[in-house]
């Protein structure tokens, strides 16, 4: 059995983007990868915070003094950002290495699976849950919401450091 989860109409994808000007470009700059890495990861770290302290709100963890809605709004803009910094540079950053055989990575392609499901959640399920107010949800359904949240963006983080081992 193929575990590729990618269709295979994607791999010219992936070669495109091994073979563009930019994956060239930066791998064979001497310092280049190590400093995109660097941004991607702290990116990781910045979506990880602003995740977490709103997964621990819904928990019952952490800032209870503030409403969920307030605690999911101050963390809007940190999550938003960092998810679009750690996209643009983990595109580079795969486009950088060998693309073409992230596409039969499988740890890369669960880690893009939980990152789907993740993005997913969070803006759907999540968002939804989070807006309301404190008197409105229940608490299983915060503590569900929060502990999918959390194995979610987990996985994402699990899965790419996968990457490489596999």
């Known amino acids: 059995m193929d575990p590729n989860i990618f269709p295979r109409t994607w791999k010219p994808f992936f070669v495109w983007a091994e073979q ?3 994956g060239t470009m930066v791998r064979d700059s001497i310092w280049q990868f190590a400093a995109i890495e660097a941004v991607h990861l702290l990116a990781l770290a910045v ?4 995740v ?8 019952g963890l952490a800032l209870q003094r503030q409403s969920v809605s307030q605690v999911a709004r101050d963390a809007a803009p940190w999550l938003l950002g960092s998810l679009i910094t750690m996209l643009i540079t983990g595109y580079v950053l795969m486009a950088s ?3 073409s055989k992230y596409y039969i990575n499988f740890a890369f392609q669960l880690k893009m699976l939980f990152l789907f499901l993740a993005i997913l959640f ?10 309301r107010d404190d008197s409105r949800i229940s608490p299983m359904m915060a503590k ?6 959390i194995l979610l963006w987990s996985g994402v983080g699990i899965m790419g450091r996968g990457i490489g081992f596999y």
């Open 144 to 149: 569900l919401v929060a502990i999918v949240s």
């Open 122 to 131: 969070t803006y759907t399920i999540r968002r939804n849950v989070v807006r």
């Open 52 to 59: 977490l302290i709103v997964d621990l709100r819904l928990l």
């Open 47 to 50: 979506i990880g915070g602003a």
């Open 97 to 99: 290495l060998a693309a």
């Open 20 to 22: 563009s000007g930019l």
